[in-house]
């Protein structure tokens, strides 16, 4: 069974920066593709960004790209999310998630491929 754990959440003013983590509980981490998508009020859940099991690919949504970077360290089972220059439209609850699949691209970008997913972790960013 997966078990993915997010923190790193907060309340924050526009402009600073935060950090997301995510801790797996899975016997080999780097067969998982990960991801973090997210979901704003009163919106749907969009995707924000997502890595290869080695860390060798990576994808960001537009929104996002410059901002925030996804990295992850296989030796702790744990993925990240660097968010820089934060805006008010980026508050959300952040989830991640972990899939084994993979596309002719790199790892999923839609939500309808992954697996497994965290409880989310709240990031409310005020201007």
């Known amino acids: 069974q997966v078990q993915l754990v997010e923190s790193g959440g907060g309340l924050v003013q526009a402009g600073v920066s935060l950090r997301l983590s995510c801790a797996a509980s899975v016997p080999t981490f780097s067969r998982y593709n990960m991801a973090w998508f997210r979901r704003a009020p009163g919106k749907e859940r969009e995707f924000v960004a997502a890595?290869?099991?080695?860390?060798?690919?990576?994808d960001s949504a537009d929104s996002v790209k410059g901002r925030f970077t996804i990295s992850r360290d296989n030796r702790k089972n744990t993925v990240y999310l660097q968010m820089n220059s934060l805006k008010p439209e980026d508050t959300a609850v952040y989830y991640c998630?972990?899939?084994?699949?993979?596309?002719?691209?790199?790892?999923?970008?839609?939500?309808?491929?992954?697996?497994?997913w965290g409880q989310g972790t709240q990031v409310t960013v005020s201007s």
């Open positions: 890595i290869s099991g080695t860390g060798g690919v990576t």
């Open positions: 998630a972990a899939t084994v699949k993979l596309t002719p691209r790199g790892p999923p970008l839609s939500s309808k491929s992954y697996d497994y």
